[in-house]
């Protein structure tokens, strides 16, 4: 917006002299232009040597123009620079705030009273919990009155409310229960939450004595400790939780930015793409305000989609194998797709495959038997890379049909595929993938 | 009259698809003589509304589904609950306050600007209590930030769900905010009582009966989080946070805590319930991922989309959408449209705008093929949106959180859409 100001004001200054005309719309646009982002420099770059060489001629036409000539000069080199500027420190060209380091002396002091009512929060190490205690039996009393009408009775949690105890060692189960008693890290965090946003409807209102009894009473609740016990600011910081341990750090920028970047796949990326599952539920906010609607419809009523002839930088797809992806039918080739799920447990194919616990396979089809670099393969596989042996539809239908028939002593542990479609479908697949 | 000019342009639709059969490429032919140009309408004769009917306006009429939707049974209650933008009725970049999504743990409050404190204590010179008025007293900045919540698209974690790029991808908005940078007023309660920043943090919390506590460390405090009390020009809305709360650019959307009230300088996270039990992500093995802030880069189609059909006939076809990263700028969007076997580049609105929404359009052509839909972003470093697949081989499947796949949309014959997964 303010460039646009800017840009007028400059017409205004511009416009009167005969000639000048393009020079000061080509300034303009360059200005108008400047908080477009860095992408764009270059073609303001291009855009200030044009207005450059419209200087050049106006300057040859008429001497009497010289004059506006240089101002539309420094106005352009002061364009630049500021362009320059945008260029090397982002295209954000939001100036920071300036800040006195003296200070502005604004607000006031705040008062211990003050910061006693609102400094609430309990850290792990237990600072900041008030002095005081309750016991298990005191605690049931409170959370059946306070907190049970939501919570249940046991903290099982009443309809969709949370859930409070129970549900140990599901944590790597699919669907695991999370609660105070499974999850949580830190007794002073269940204290902090309690003490400070529960009751629902009525926070801030729990003494710290009853705070005790009630984390003491989820803390029984999850069979954590026994109907004896007694929780105060003195006994807190022994209580270790009991998946105090299972927490790390964000480990994203380790496990995944890396093998996420760089130049990604623009072509033949997959041999074929099919759905595997449709949206559950189709109308999710009926205009009568009912409940959302199911869908019901099957994956098997939409297409498949194929690749396209591998072209020759084709990423990923039917490179160097005898018989490229293009001459099998792609239908057997999605086939073979579904095929591999059977597979993909211990196998992984594509961009990247890592070994699992069988080896990867990528372009297999032509590769030597057992030969995949870091893979421990049994004796079998390794007597038959020293035959030079050669992967090729004949040995890989034989091996997948029989594997522990065809290879003796192989630690492949799959029954083997029974169908002849099955086999025909799978080996069309693995042959479509490239190295 | 609605009904009249639905009639009208269901028989153009069907002119012209008769027509990009056979013919070469050109506009239709029109049979008759359209009424809405022949006949002297009654917007064209009557007076319309006068100056004094709105003094603040609200979007016509006819726009009335382009609202928040929350799904019911969700949650236990809409007071700690969840809506979603309908990101799918809107284009360019800037959310409108009034559509875009909700996030509250304990209801949205009324708290008026003359009732608002702002403590900052714990390691500082000086603790110190601000009014409304005084933080508009400091030098101000004004930022256009994404704000995402961790859990958007989370419910994709277990398959293709809800039906609508407003319910997988709208638990997020963007807006330009004014306000004052955090560093600003940490400076004016003095760090020197902190000693070394390195390990030092901030514990931010709400004034609401939630108060949703949220630990950040003191370098990004340091950097470009922003105390705001204005978006798009105007006074924050109740439901954000009016009248001050926090903006963290990039990172979760649980850390931007509403109605703030006091910033803590402290010597350890809190872990307090917000970064413990929620706002983690269990992996396979059953261990818990912590301190995921910042939302990676992610992007979603959203037109054509399940609640935006192509409902027009063959020929040129705008597919447009939006990308975002917690790590920068956007420099990149691809477009498949056969569920990632082929990528086209697309074109992006606007570039060069970091840690806010990118437009990206892709200018095409479509005769009535099904499609599948995908797009994929890439930011300044270079990172790509990964897979569905790629997600879960790296995380399991147990996660809530943090889900930034490439969403696929099926596009029938007929132009509908739904949500779908692919192989």
Redesign the interface.
């Known amino acids: 917006m303010g460039s646009s100001r800017m840009s007028k004001s400059l017409n205004q200054i511009v416009l009167p002299v005969a000639g000048g005309t393009a020079l000061a719309v080509a300034v303009a646009l360059v200005i108008a232009n400047l908080d477009y982002g860095q992408n764009k420099i270059s073609s303001l770059e291009r855009r200030v040597e044009q207005a450059s060489q419209q200087v050049e001629a106006a300057n040859q036409k008429a001497s009497e123009e010289a004059a506006v000539s240089d101002a539309l000069r420094t106005q352009i080199a002061e364009v630049q620079a500021l362009a320059d500027k945008s260029a090397s420190g982002g295209s954000d060209l939001t100036e920071r705030a300036p800040q006195s380091e003296a200070g502005y002396g604004l607000g006031r002091e705040a008062l211990a009273a003050e910061i006693a009512a609102w400094d609430v929060d309990v850290l792990p190490d237990g600072r900041g919990l008030p002095e005081g205690s309750g016991d298990v039996f005191t605690g049931e009393e409170v959370f059946a009155e306070k907190c049970a009408s939501c919570h249940g009775d046991f903290a099982e949690g009443v309809d969709n409310w949370p859930v409070l105890a129970g549900g140990f060692d599901t944590l790597a189960d699919k669907d695991p229960v999370k609660t105070v008693g499974s999850y949580w890290p830190y007794l002073s965090t269940v204290w902090d939450y309690v003490h400070r946003s529960m009751p629902f409807g009525e926070a801030q209102t729990l003494t710290a004595d009853e705070t005790y009894a009630i984390v003491a009473y989820i803390l029984y609740s999850n069979d954590l400790v026994d109907d004896e016990f007694e929780l105060s600011h003195e006994n807190f910081s022994d209580f270790e939780m009991y998946n105090q341990a299972g927490f790390i750090v964000d480990d994203r920028p380790e496990r995944e930015y890396a093998q996420w970047s760089g130049e990604p796949c623009m072509e033949n990326c997959k041999p074929a793409v099919e759905i595997t599952m449709r949206a559950t539920f189709l109308d999710v906010t009926p205009e009568d305000g009912g409940e959302s609607v199911m869908n019901h419809a099957a994956t098997e009523d939409t297409p498949t989609f194929v690749a396209k002839a591998a072209s020759a930088d084709g990423g990923g797809a039917a490179e160097g194998t005898e018989s490229p992806a293009s001459q099998i039918d792609p239908g057997v080739i999605a086939a073979g797709e579904k095929v591999f799920k059977k597979c993909k447990a211990c196998h992984a194919v594509g961009e990247g495959a890592k070994n699992k616990s069988g080896p990867q396979l990528n372009g297999l089809m032509g590769r030597t038997m057992g030969s995949v670099e870091g893979f421990k393969y049994s004796k079998v596989f390794v007597a038959a890379k020293g035959e030079g042996r050669v992967w090729d539809e004949t040995a890989l239908v034989e091996f997948l049909a029989k594997p522990k028939a065809y290879m003796k002593g192989t630690k492949m542990a799959f029954a083997g595929l029974k169908k002849d479609t099955d086999l025909s479908a799978i080996t069309a697949y693995l042959k479509s993938i490239g190295e | 009259m609605e009904k009249d000019v639905k009639t009208s342009r269901r028989s153009f639709l069907k002119g012209s698809v008769a027509l990009a059969g056979g013919t070469v490429a050109g506009a239709a032919v029109a049979k008759e003589a359209d009424p809405l140009i022949t006949e002297v309408q009654d917007w064209a004769s009557l007076t319309g509304v006068g100056v004094d009917e709105a003094p603040y306006g609200l979007p016509i009429s006819f726009e009335k589904d382009v609202v928040r939707?929350?799904?019911e049974?969700l949650?236990?209650?809409p007071?700690?609950s969840i809506n979603f933008t309908p990101i799918h009725a809107l284009d360019g970049t800037i959310t409108p306050q009034g559509c875009a999504f909700e996030r509250h743990?304990?209801g949205a409050i009324e708290l008026r600007k003359e009732d608002f404190r702002l403590?900052?204590?714990?390691l500082v010179d000086?603790?110190?209590?601000?009014?409304y008025k005084?933080l508009e007293?400091?030098?101000?900045?004004?930022?256009v930030y994404f704000c995402e919540c961790a859990a958007n698209t989370g419910m994709e974690w277990a398959?293709?769900?809800?039906?609508?790029a407003q319910?997988t991808h709208g638990m997020i908005h963007n807006m330009e905010y004014t306000g004052?940078?955090l560093?600003?007023l940490l400076?004016?309660a003095?760090l020197a009582a902190a000693g070394d920043l390195k390990d030092k943090w901030v514990?931010v919390?709400g004034a609401d009966?939630?108060?949703n506590?949220r630990s950040i460390p003191m370098e990004k405090a340091l950097e470009d989080v922003l105390v705001a009390f204005k978006a798009n020009g105007e006074a924050l809305r109740m439901e954000h946070g009016y009248p001050v709360r926090l903006v963290v650019p990039g990172w979760e959307g649980n850390m931007w805590v509403k109605w703030l009230?006091?910033i803590?300088v402290?010597d350890?996270a809190?872990?307090?319930?917000e970064e413990?039990?929620k706002y983690?992500d269990?992996y396979?093995?059953?261990?818990?991922?912590?301190?995921?802030?910042?939302m990676?880069a992610k992007s979603v189609i959203t037109t054509p989309s399940?609640q935006m059909p192509i409902d027009h006939a063959h020929g040129p076809l705008v597919i447009s959408g939006l990308a975002w990263s917690g790590h920068g700028?956007i420099t990149r969007v691809?477009v498949s449209k056969?569920?990632?076997?082929?990528?086209e580049t697309a074109r992006l609105g606007?570039?060069?705008?970091?840690k806010a929404l990118t437009r990206f359009y892709l200018d095409t052509e479509w005769t009535g093929e099904?499609m599948?839909l995908q797009s994929?972003a890439?930011d300044e470093?270079?990172?790509?949106q990964?897979t569905k697949d790629?997600l879960r081989t790296?995380r399991g499947?147990?996660s809530v959180y943090h889900n930034n796949c490439i969403q696929t949309w099926?596009v029938?014959e007929n132009g509908v859409v739904?949500?779908?997964?692919?192989?």
């Open positions: 939707r929350n799904v049974w949650t236990a209650s007071i700690s743990h304990s403590m900052i204590n714990g000086r603790p110190l209590v601000f009014t005084d007293r400091f030098p101000r900045e004004n930022h398959g293709a769900q809800l039906n609508g319910f004052v940078p560093r600003t400076n004016e003095g514990y919390e009966a939630s108060s506590g009230r006091r803590e402290t350890a809190v872990e307090s319930r413990t039990s983690t269990v396979e093995d059953g261990t818990a991922r912590k301190w995921t802030w910042v990676d399940p700028k691809d056969d569920g990632g076997i082929t990528w606007k570039q060069g705008d970091s099904p599948l994929r890439i470093t270079g990172y790509v990964p790629q790296s499947e147990n099926y029938d739904e949500n779908v997964e692919v192989s």
